[in-house]
């Protein structure tokens, strides 16, 4: 009886359930346009997006899940996709920056940067979060006067798998 | 004041814009069609003023490469994540590199800077 008392009692212990719980890092790619773009009109043959002409320079924010997975490559423009019939040349400068990082290891992406043409190219090689900052400027002509109209134009934001 | 209250409001307005495309390393599966593969695609829209994202597939120069889906130029509205296959030729494997998403931007008034974004993953990639 004592016996069975006690085979009892070693099997009357409440059934655990293990519930897992599963979760899977994987490289991941996000492209955030935190802020769009304004250009500035400082000259009657210029529009630039920087602040001290009066524009809005476009940020764009990258999210990275694993390191050293993409590229981040953004083209600043170099036409404009919509605008008023222009009958002169229009000159484009610009350039890519990173204007933020959430990991200090980030601080070279800046230096490391390749330049070819109008795209910017950074090796991602920290997990995070990174914001670029790209400027933009159009000169009409030879100090002429821009008409007047809507100008639009793209800066493109890519991230390449390596 | 004003043209700064305006420019705090617009930066306020797309402060949650994003783009998202995984997986960035896809595997490829055999499909119904023999000779084609297919990669599973899964793509998550939150940017409000985009609503069409075109697929196109690349080789390593970044050459336009034939593959078939359902729609090239898909509709994917806000906050709405869309998976989507990517059928590839088993010919052409050697030389396809990259499925990419790019977003299809809307004329809008004003003078501005739009942003057009890519996102590209690796076919016979592996994670670093």
């Not at chain 1, 001290?52 to 981040?72: C, E, T």
């Not at chain 2, 793509?43 to 593959?67: A, G, H, T, V």
Request: glycine share 6%; charged share 20%; net charge positive.
């Amino acid at each position: 009886m004592k016996y069975l008392i006690t085979m009892l009692a070693i099997f009357a212990f409440p059934v655990f359930a293990d519930v897992n719980i599963v979760g899977t890092v994987a490289a991941k790619c996000v492209i955030q346009t935190t802020k769009s773009g304004v250009y500035g009109n400082p000259l009657a043959s210029k529009l630039s997006t920087l602040a001290a002409d009066g524009g809005v320079q476009p940020i764009i924010r990258y999210d990275v899940a694993l390191a050293d997975n993409y590229y981040a490559r953004i083209t600043h423009p170099d036409a404009f996709t919509s605008s008023p019939v222009l009958n002169d040349s229009v000159t484009w400068t610009g350039g890519t920056t990173v204007s933020q990082t959430s990991d200090a290891a980030m601080s070279g992406y800046d230096a490391a940067k390749v330049v070819i043409g109008s795209m910017t190219q950074f090796d991602l090689t920290q997990a995070g979060s990174t914001w670029f900052t790209t400027a933009s400027t159009a000169t009409y002509g030879v100090s002429k006067a821009l008409p007047g109209g809507t100008f639009t134009a793209v800066v493109r934001a890519e991230c390449i798998a390596k | 004041m004003l043209s700064k209250t305006l420019i705090i409001l617009l930066g306020w307005a797309s402060a949650i814009s994003a783009h998202e495309m995984t997986p960035a390393y896809p595997d490829l599966k055999p499909s119904h069609v023999a000779g084609v593969v297919k990669a599973e695609m899964s793509l998550f829209n939150s940017r409000e003023e985009i609503k069409y994202y075109q697929i196109e597939l690349f080789d390593l120069n970044w050459n336009n490469m034939p593959f078939s889906t359902t729609y090239r130029i898909m509709k994917v509205g806000y906050k709405e994540r869309k998976n989507f296959n990517v059928y590839i030729r088993k010919s052409d494997l050697d030389i396809a590199t990259y499925i990419c998403t790019t977003s299809k931007i809307k004329r809008k008034s004003g003078a501005r800077t739009l942003v057009s974004s890519r996102i590209c993953s690796k076919i016979n990639g592996e994670p670093r």
